[in-house]
Antibody, heavy 117, light 110 residues
Framework: EVQLVESGGGLVQPGGSLRLSCAAS????????MHWVRQAPGKGLVWVSR????????IYADSVKGRFTISRDNAKNTLYLQMNSLRAEDTAVYYC??????????WGQGTLVTVSS | QSALTQPRSVSGSPGQSVTISCTGT?????????VSWYQQHPGKAPKLMIY???KRPSGVPDRFSGSKSGNTASLTISGLQAEDEADYYC??????????FGGGTKLTVL
């Protein structure tokens, strides 16, 4: 059974940093693209970032480019999202998502990030 | 990228059919065959319902179907059931390994 378990969310002040983790199991992690998708409270889904299977290529939404860094450790079956210079508008539930070619086929339960003073 | 356009809400009675539209541009919906649809119940993670415009993952009832014409994709749910009440999001590949979602549609089963 595919499982994606996010951790690392919490309350952080504007301008602060946070690192999210996603532990993957039930599939060959190193064979799949992985993504982060976020959802602000009461709002819709927004794609944030994608990393290819070996971690060599990363892409970001314009809203987080230069502030967020996606990475992975295939030996540990873990996906990361380093978030710096956080803003109030980054407040959201962050989902770790497995990519199957151009589709998001499995989603974690999400971790809430709140940026507030 | 701008979000894809979906109606904010749709409704239908049990047993009826509803269709949710998703309008983009030639740079996303119209340019690729990679439109997907996700169902999200309150407080839960999204679930893949349709991928590659019209394909259903294993376990998704055949009451759910997808299509596309030009820059507009559609999700049709036939034989509405109470458990179909949820938010539905479309998503399209937008080139250069980026993706764009729709704003979401709240489906109410009357």
């Amino acid at each position: 059974e595919v499982q994606l378990v996010e951790s690392g969310g919490g309350l952080v002040q504007p301008g602060g940093s946070l690192r999210l983790s996603c532990a993957a199991s039930g599939f060959t992690f190193s064979s799949y693209w992985m993504h982060w998708v976020r959802q602000a409270p009461g709002k819709g889904l927004v794609w944030v970032s994608r990393i290819d299977s070996d971690g060599s290529t990363t892409i970001y939404a314009d809203s987080v480019k230069g502030r967020f860094t996606i990475s992975r450790d295939n030996a540990k079956n873990t996906l990361y999202l380093q978030m710096n210079s956080l803003r109030a508008e980054d407040t959201a539930v962050y989902y770790c998502v497995r990519g199957s070619l151009y589709t998001f086929d499995y989603w974690g339960q999400g971790t809430l990030v709140t940026v507030s003073s | 990228q701008s979000a894809l356009t979906q109606p904010r809400s749709v409704s239908g009675s049990p047993g009826q059919s509803v269709t949710i539209s998703c309008t983009g541009t030639s740079s996303d919906v119209g340019g690729y065959k990679y439109v997907s649809w996700y169902q999200q119940h309150p407080g839960k993670a999204p679930k893949l319902m349709i991928y590659d415009v019209s394909k259903r993952p294993s376990g998704v009832p055949d009451r759910f179907s997808g299509s596309k014409s030009g820059n507009t994709a559609s999700l049709t749910i036939s034989g509405l059931q109470a458990e179909d009440e949820a938010d539905y999001y479309c998503c399209s590949y937008a080139g250069t390994y980026t993706w764009v979602f729709g704003g979401g549609t709240k489906l109410t089963v009357l």
